[in-house]
Structure formats: C-alpha cells, structure tokens
C-alpha cells in the first residue's frame, strides 16, 4: 500500500491529523490551479476551502483509479469553473486569446510597464489575461508538471484541445516575450 | 538546417530536447519561455489555511452525525405514528373494511410509485457521485 493510500485509509477511519496532512500536501496544487482561475483573494480563500470539504466527502468514494492529485486538481478545476459560471460577467469564453493581443493591457510598451518586474511577473501577467481553459492547461502543464493524459482527465477536454491551446497559448506567450526581450535591450 | 514549426520546436522542448534549426532565435525564445514558466513559483498559501480547513471538516462531521440524529429521530416519530394507525385499524377493522376493500386494489400502483421514487433518487444520487465527486471520468 502507497504512502498516499495509507493517508487515506487514516483519513476514511476518522484521523483528522491524517487529513490536515492531506491538504498540507495538495494546498499549493489546489491554490495554484484556484489562483488563476479566481482573482479576488477571499473567494479564493473560500473555494479552496469548498475544495477541501469536498474532497473529505467524496474521499469513501475515490478508488485510486487515478492519482490522488488528479483527483484533487478535477475538484479543483471544476468547483472553480461552476465558480465562474456563476459569475458569468468574470468569464472569457474560450475564443477570446487572440483578444489579449490587441487588449490595451497588453498592448501597452511592456518595457514601460514592467520596467522594474521581472521576467517571470510579466508573463504570470499574461499567463492571467488568458481565457480560463488556456490558463489552466499552461498551468497544470509548466507549473505542476502534468502530464497530458492528466490534464485531460482534470480538465475533460479531449486530448486534441488540450494540445491546441497549450500550443497557442505558448505561441502567444513566445510573441509577447520577444518584444519584451527587445524592449529590454539597450 | 531544417525549418521547423513552432508546434515541432515546442514538442522537442517539451521532451528535453533542443531543437537544432534554422531559426535559432525562435528556438532561444521558445527555451527561454518553457524554463522561465517551469520557473514560475506556486500561489501562496495563507499560513494556517491546513487547520482552517480541518476545522471546518470536522465542524461537517459533527454537522453530519447531527442529521443522522435528526432522520433517526423523525423516523423513530414516523414508525410510532405508523404502528398506531396500524393498531387502530386493526382493532376497529369491521368499521373500516368498507375503505380498506375501496383501497385495496390500488395497493399494487402505491408500492410501484413508491419504488419508482426509490430508484430514481438511488440512480440520480449515483449518477452525481461519478459525475462530480468521485474519480470516474468517462
């Protein structure tokens, strides 16, 4: 039996230290997916929470068909998504990166704007100006380290869109850091 | 130097390799971008958000065994109620055999509309539980 799955067993016999373990150890995973889905700080705050509960309810339910941290990211994912729905005025539907070309935001001289921010904040700028699917496939691809079939399975979109807007999206963000790079010379 | 596509430049990246080209400067950019975004560090988590959220499991705990209490309860008050009008019943059975001989042939569409209902909430219940909660995905 894995360590994960011993953690969960205590967790399913009532241990409630096994379970603060348990979001000591996906909480990063969890805020990072929410980060860029949720910008206000509170809700943030709430909806990993929400998070969290589920994943404690649903836990008799989880049969190790697939990591635990798939698992956590899919909860994740989705109870931001409904998030988002409900807020309908928040939402950038899925055809809308090539808005953030011409969007004044990043239009503006990025040498200007971020003159004393490093590299990587201006792109975790751009990587927030993404509509909601990009920025979770960048996400779960380069920051957790996911692979493919996991994005799918997180995300449930088919394989071929997950490829697409990861595609796109690091072709965007290439573009928008050439002319920061240019801008940056002397 | 062969050309190549900025889906072929990232696929080689993406396995570790770099690409050898004929647009070098796309290629820098591109190894530049993907070590810079592997870079990028994780949110932040607000400190004592763990206990937080353990609390709160266990205050949903608490919450449920409540419920359990309650629909024990409700149910031990349903079963009281039920055995008296049983009781009732059968000790003045001659004055009501009127009604229950106007009743008894809907007897058997009660019993199905009643495991109808059953079924549907068990199929719904389970239907949600692999859709949302637990790890099915198909």
Redesign the interface.
Known sequence: MSEEQQLVEQVLRGDMQAFRQLVKNYEKLVWTVAARLIEQKEEREDLCQEVFIKVYRGLPGFAFESKLSTWIARITYLTAINHLRKDKYKTVSHNQLEDLVLSPAAQDNPGETMEKKSLQAYLNQLIDQMPPAYKTVITLFHLQQCAYDEIVAITGMPAGTVKVYLLRARKLLKEKLETFLKNEQP | MKHLT??EI?ALLENGNIPESSQPA?VE??R???E???????????AG??????A???Q??FRKKGQWQAAFVFLLVLVICIGSLVALLLAYKNEFQHFFSGITPYVPVFAAMAVITVVFYYADHKWF?RR??????S
Request: proline fraction near 8%.
């Open positions: 900025d889906e990232q796309d950019t591109y530049l971008l993907f810079s975004l592997s870079a990028l560090p994780p949110a932040e988590v607000p958000f763990a206990d937080q959220v353990t709160e499991a266990r949903y705990t539980l949302y909660i637990t790890n099915h995905y």
